[in-house]
């Protein structure tokens, strides 16, 4: 760590920061990683967890809902009968159930929030708390020719990419890009708009003619940060890396299938694109640290059951396949894969006996998933109660969730960091003990 | 870039322990114990002074309470913490000394001065002492200021005096930390090292007390003493620091450099090709000083000093949508009112009292107001023409009816937008670096309880007789205009409706019918007689639309006239009878006062029940001994043309905070003052000092310097005006897409009142960070100064931005047209973008480019690009 860095992260004076921080923040980035990369596969709105990963088939039917179900390749765990895939690949994962926001804060304007920076934050206001993507941009960057925090699409169907925004600083914002989109310009701007030779050329001119301000550069900041920006941002449009993970063309067909194998053709809610579990694997592969993505639309208060049936089995066989590949290439030992929304659905259903049949807003139960990167293998943690509506063993708080993320990712989670403000403020602000029944 | 330099400050904690002056086996708990906590870290804000503590034991944050402090020392765990039998075994101790794991690690070593001092304390049974004979009456910081040399060391004394009348030297019981840790260290023990060029504050703390000093480090070795004359009395502040530190000034700047720096940091734009050119060529003087007269009166140096004050003001904070605000219609409003102030120049005392004193109605008839609030209403139109109507107000109501803008978060809005300080951290506790308590932020917000808007209450109508006059008028109106409405649509309309239905199948029949007839020859009055059916239909149908339009215009006023009602009756901003008393509450607790008293002031003020209690509040501010108004928008204006506060934060006028330059500071404000608070003065006299006008690049010897305008300092273009910068450059200009809104076609990125709908355009805000104008935020910091990668990548790839340089009506091709060689070509580009002429070496550069190219305007295109990617281009410098 250079001395600006550590002077940066632990030099608060203003605040009265003690030594101890900075001694925290030389810790900061001094754990040994378990995990390199992570993938986020977000459910925004809140997928059913009774449909799917806390099956409660004693229930009555007004409960259990129509879905059965089935045993999984780890004994005393079952899963919902749309999950066949991930059923047979139940020894890769952890299963999380005792995991909630406890309504503090719910609802989807603050809960994917919570979820999503280990700290419950408003879109705006003075504890802008980062994601952990934008974290790992700050202490830990990836190689210098691709970003290291990339989401796909968005961060989330209600709150938009609202939450990139962080004290970090814009510096440390995710690229949200849509490279499945053919138009999307944030795509176009990392892949370079000229043929390499021309840019090649392009970037000689430049040199010579950028030859102002530079007397003494490594006296200003401004200056030399600029020069050392510019760089990076040249390598990253020269590398090949990036463009060819987001060519799909490379993919086989075949391999694409699997993926895409039970997407819908028409659908009751949006429903996001599983090709992004294969782009998100693309990305991993390609050295990205961190990737992001939203899949579809969860909150299903109407037709849950309809929208299960379409939306599930896609899931299934997309999150199946990348933990599929992420281990065959022997990724996923060293990168982190979840699967979470930021709730879980009522378990009580809303007009059990209706097409419309649908599941409320359930803020005290849920499910995460969650493999590699140091989480165990075939391993459920906690339980609820008979009804699936609250945690009655190992219940744990999101600031437990986001402090074993950062425990594995190698970052102390007390790091202490200075708002634009100059306040200092941990990466978690909350004490909490990390989920250590779901880690190696 | 100042935020650079804060992290550069930082605490120095441990090192050796000095003598204890007082005998230590009697420490006393409230000057001693206490004070250790705080020195020794233990209840910081990350530490166990958290809201819930750490690891179940909790202080006080900073040690604001020292009686709970000891309360929950001696009860919580038993005696376990404290172990009155063996001292030793105490967990206060084991924990302190690392002897047991402990989260905040070894705070000190056992038998160190330290340990002994709680020990001892803990032996003779962990008394408190009396609380009021210990209270601080004054910490004083000796030397209070210092010239040392690089390598010189000397120790800091500091001195307390207690309410009993007694005088310690508590030296050893206080910490220490260095403001900027380049120029000067301080260890725990207090004492001071210089080690680079500057000056830098250094902060003491005792207990919950904070001291400041300064220590200035002259420059060390050769100098290259450029020899200038001052142009003002700022030069002379500044040269005189400079000659102290040993330091030379920069050279004055080009004439080129010189025109781009002053459009920019007036206009927010760059100046034209010709412009330069004229500039360049005119041998007057006097031409600085006339071009800064000349630019302090464009219409451009009013939309982006409106951008900054709406940043300031939160401008864009509308919304509650039960008194009828938006941010679609107030945003503009509050903007061009704020623009109007600007435009007219008023004194900005008088600005100031008309933003914090306004009321909806204004000493008005309520018949009045709801005159204006309806044309308010109606001119939400194309082209806007309630800004007009609106600018023209005397005073700005809609600055009360923003979120957020009432009682406590109101009241720290005023502070920090019109007094530069950040009382954030008071609402919950005291800073650990500042004076501000609660009571001082609660009672500073009692004189802003009682004028405010209305807001929605159920009992209004009975409460405000005279706007529930007006409330249920418009109510009625809309009622019975919606009757009238549906009565046309099923009546008149329906008829109209269907025959006109009747009519068009007609006319659909009819025109190609005689069109037929007209290529056969058919004769002449068969067809006239069609065509008068034809015209008779056409007739019906017409009506028909005429109709639908008017119940259409109908409708819309139906819509409009409950809003209007909402927020005649919920949104007006008036003196309210009563008024609750300034209460936080936060994690820390219920906090309620009942007094109102200025900030900075001991006595309260005394509020009748029949004036604005605001009125105080200005009054106060103007008066010339005021400590924060003039020194805020002072300071301010220098940091935008200078690129780093007197004070700095700019925000942060804190007694804490120290200025570089507390003379210059103190002789603009009176200059201010004395020119009766013209901003017009202000900018001018800045802008013609030469410390303003020298070149960015730094003489020999002077290359570190960051805080004495040693030279000029470069720094990143505003998102707004770095949009309308590359426009200008590639000759081209972007469509807002808010038509929907009213928005005028040609407007500049530097007006626009919040994000538009053009996605490139939100995409360059965002990424260059435009502050959200919302209260939620109070620092000034919120308006983003660094570089990151993502704005190399946008001006070098972003699609939109080659669009713009291949342009088939931008600036490329427009030269193309013209008859200009290729080397005049060049120039233009130069001149439109970094605004200078080129040098031989860049003529030659670009013109062997060009050969090199597969046709010239694919060459001048990649100039292009090349030069809006250099730093010369991103950077005001």
């Not at chain 1, 060293?334 to 659905?345: D, F, H, N, P, Q």
């Not at chain 2, 001092?117 to 030397?143: F, M, Y």
């Not at chain 2, 009748?608 to 605001?614: F, K």
């Amino acid at each position: 760590m250079k001395r600006r860095d550590f002077l940066r992260i632990g030099g608060m004076g203003m605040c009265g920061v003690g030594t101890l921080d900075l001694i925290r923040a030389h810790a900061a980035t001094g754990i040994a990683p378990r995990a390199k990369q992570m993938i986020v596969c977000w459910l925004g709105g809140g997928p059913p967890h009774l449909d799917m990963f806390d099956m409660k088939p004693e229930t009555s039917e007004d409960y259990r809902g129509i879905f059965q179900p089935i045993d999984t390749r780890v004994p005393g765990l079952q899963v919902g009968e749309l999950l066949p895939e991930m059923a047979k690949r139940a020894d890769k994962y952890t299963v999380i159930r005792s995991v909630t926001t406890m309504n503090k804060p719910g609802d989807h304007a603050q809960a994917p929030l919570y979820w999503l920076t280990g700290n419950p934050r408003l879109t705006t206001g003075s504890d802008e708390f980062p994601m952990y993507g934008s974290v790992v941009n700050k202490l830990r960057p990836g190689p210098g020719d691709l970003p290291t925090f990339v989401v796909l699409d968005e961060i989330d169907v209600h709150t938009h990419n609202s939450l990139s925004r962080s004290f970090l600083g814009s510096a440390h914002s995710p690229f949200v890009m849509q490279p499945l989109k053919d138009k999307d310009a944030v795509t176009k701007m990392l892949t370079p708009q000229l043929e390499l030779p021309a840019f090649a050329r392009n970037a000689d001119l430049l040199k010579l003619l950028d030859n102002r301000l530079r007397k003494d550069d490594s006296q200003d900041e401004l200056i030399t940060g600029l020069d050392q920006h510019q760089q990076t941002a040249f390598n990253l449009l020269r590398s090949p890396k990036l463009r060819q993970a987001l060519d799909l063309s490379k993919e086989s067909p075949e391999s694409i299938a699997r993926f895409t194998r039970n997407k819908p053709a028409k659908a009751r809610y949006p429903i996001g694109d599983p090709l992004h579990f294969l782009l998100a694997r693309r990305l991993i592969e390609a050295g990205v640290p961190i990737v992001h993505f939203n899949l579809g639309y969860w909150d299903w208060h109407g037709e849950n059951f309809v929208a299960g049936k379409q939306q599930i089995p896609m899931f299934d066989a997309g999150l199946a396949a990348l933990l599929d590949d992420l281990d065959e290439r022997g990724l996923l030992d060293s990168t982190i894969v979840l699967a979470l929304g930021e709730m879980g659905r009522k378990p009580k259903i809303d007009k059990p006996h209706e097409t419309n049949a649908g599941r409320d807003h359930w803020d005290y139960a849920q499910f995460v998933i969650a493999a590699g990167g140091g989480f165990n293998r075939g391993c459920i943690v906690g339980g609820t109660d008979k009804l699936g509506e609250q945690v009655v063993d190992k219940f744990y708080k999101v600031e437990s969730f986001g402090r074993t993320l950062y425990h594995l990712l190698g970052i102390d989670p007390d790091t202490v960091i200075p708002t634009p403000a100059n306040r200092p403020v941990k990466l978690i602000a909350e004490e909490a003990p990390i989920i250590k029944e779901a880690i190696l | 870039m100042f935020r650079h330099l804060l992290f550069a400050a930082a605490i120095v904690l441990a090192g050796s322990w000095p003598a204890i002056a007082e005998d230590p086996s009697s420490p006393s708990y409230h000057r001693h114990v206490t004070a250790l906590f705080g020195r020794l870290g233990c209840n910081g804000g990350t530490c166990h002074g958290s809201v819930k503590g750490q690891n179940g034991f909790q202080l006080s944050l900073f040690g604001a309470d020292p009686v709970a402090d000891h309360r929950r020392l001696l009860r919580d765990h038993g005696t376990r913490r404290l172990n009155f039998l063996a001292p030793e075994q105490s967990l206060l101790l084991i924990k302190g000394a690392g002897l047991v794991p402990h989260g905040g690690g070894s705070r000190f070593r056992v038998g160190s001065a330290e340990y002994n001092l709680l020990r001892n304390w803990i032996a003779s049974g962990a008394i408190a002492d009396d609380p009021v004979r210990s209270q601080l009456k004054t910490l004083l910081v000796q030397p209070a200021s210092f010239r040392a040399n690089i390598g010189e060391s000397y120790p800091l004394k500091i001195e307390a005096t207690f309410a009993d009348g007694t005088t310690e030297d508590v030296t050893p019981y206080c910490s220490f930390e260095s403001f900027d840790r380049s120029v000067a260290t301080i260890n725990g023990t207090g004492v001071v090292k210089a080690v680079g060029t500057g000056d830098a504050g250094l902060l003491v703390r005792y207990r919950d007390q904070p001291a400041a000093t300064r220590v200035l480090v002259p420059h060390a070795g050769k100098t290259a003493m450029i020899d200038v004359q001052p142009k003002n009395f700022i030069d002379e502040h500044v040269l005189a620091t400079l000659k102290q530190l040993n330091l030379s000034p920069a050279e004055n700047c080009d004439d080129a450099t010189f025109l781009r720096r002053v459009s920019l940091d007036i206009a927010g734009q760059l100046p034209s090709p010709q412009m330069v050119r004229e500039f360049l060529n005119n041998n007057s003087p006097d031409k600085r000083a006339a071009i800064i007269e000349q630019l302090l009166v464009s219409p451009a140096h009013f939309d982006l000093w409106a951008m900054k004050f709406c940043d300031l003001l939160k401008g864009a904070d509308f919304g509650v949508y039960a008194d009828a605000f938006s941010k679609e219609h107030d945003a503009p409003r509050m903007q061009a009112w704020i623009r109007a102030r600007l435009a007219e120049n008023i004194p900005y005392d008088e600005f100031a009292e008309r933003i914090l004193t306004a009321t909806s109605r204004e000493g008005r008839s309520m018949e009045d107001y709801a005159n204006e609030v309806v044309s308010l209403f109606e001119g939400y139109a194309p082209d806007r023409p309630d800004l007009d109507l609106y600018s023209r107000r005397k005073t700005l109501d809609l600055f009360w009816q923003r979120r957020g803008s009432d009682g406590v978060r109101g009241a720290m809005q005023v502070a920090h937008a019109f007094l530069g300080l950040r009382l954030e951290c008071a609402q919950c506790h005291r800073h650990p670096n500042d004076n501000w308590q609660q009571e001082d932020l609660l009672d500073f917000a009692n004189l802003f309880m009682r004028v405010r808007t209305v807001g929605f209450q159920g009992d209004n109508e009975k409460k405000f007789a005279d706007a529930a006059v007006f409330f249920k008028k418009f109510n009625d109106e809309a009622k019975s205009l919606e009757a009238d409405i549906k009565q046309r649509k099923e009546g008149d309309g329906k008829k109209l409706e269907e025959e006109a239905k009747v009519a068009k199948t007609k006319s659909d029949k009819l025109t190609p019918e005689i069109a037929k007839l007209e290529k056969s020859g058919t004769a002449a009055e068969e067809i006239a007689n069609l065509r008068k059916e034809l015209e008779a239909a056409k007739e019906v149908m017409a009506r028909n639309e005429a109709y639908r339009q008017e119940v259409s215009k109908l409708d819309k006023r139906a819509k409009m006239l409950p809003e209007i009602a909402r927020r005649l009756l919920q949104g007006e901003c008036r003196l309210l009878p009563g008024g609750t008393p300034a209460k936080v509450t936060s994690t820390l607790g219920t906090r309620e006062s009942k007094t109102a008293r200025l900030l900075g002031e001991t006595e309260p003020v005394s509020l009748s029940d029949d004036s604005d209690p605001r009125q105080l509040v200005v009054d106060w501010m103007r008066k010339p001994d005021n400590p924060y108004f003039a020194r805020a928008i002072v300071n301010r204006v220098w940091a935008h043309y200078m690129g780093r506060g007197i004070i700095d934060p700019p925000d942060n006028l804190s007694a804490f905070n120290p200025a570089s330059h507390p003379d210059l500071l103190n002789e603009l404000c009176r200059g201010f003052i004395a020119s009766r608070f013209d901003l017009r003065w202000l900018h001018r006299t800045i802008l013609n000092s030469r410390t303003y006008q020298q070149s960015s690049l730094p003489a020999d010897g002077s290359e570190g310097d960051r805080t004495h305008y040693a030279s000029f300092a470069p720094r990143r273009l505003h998102a707004e005006v770095l949009l309308d910068a590359l426009n200008t450059a590639t000759g081209t200009s972007e469509n807002m897409d808010m038509k929907y809104y009213h928005w005028p076609e040609s407007v500049t990125t530097v007006q626009v009142p919040f994000a538009p709908r053009n996605a490139f355009v939100s995409f360059v805000l965002e990424t260059y960070g435009r502050p959200q104008r919302n209260a939620a935020v109070q620092c000034d910091c919120e308006r983003e100064s660094d570089v990151s990668i993502f704005h190399v990548l946008l001006l070098a790839n972003h699609p939109r931005v080659w669009e713009k340089i291949r342009d088939s009506n931008g600036r490329v091709a427009q030269l193309q047209k013209s008859m200009l060689d290729n080397d005049k070509k060049v120039e233009d580009l130069y001149l439109a973008t970094v605004c200078r002429l080129p040098t031989e070496m860049e003529r030659t550069a670009c013109d062997k480019f060009l050969a090199e190219s597969e046709s010239v305007e694919q060459g001048l295109q990649n100039v292009l690009w090349c030069l809006i990617n250099t730093r010369e281009f991103l950077l005001q410098h």
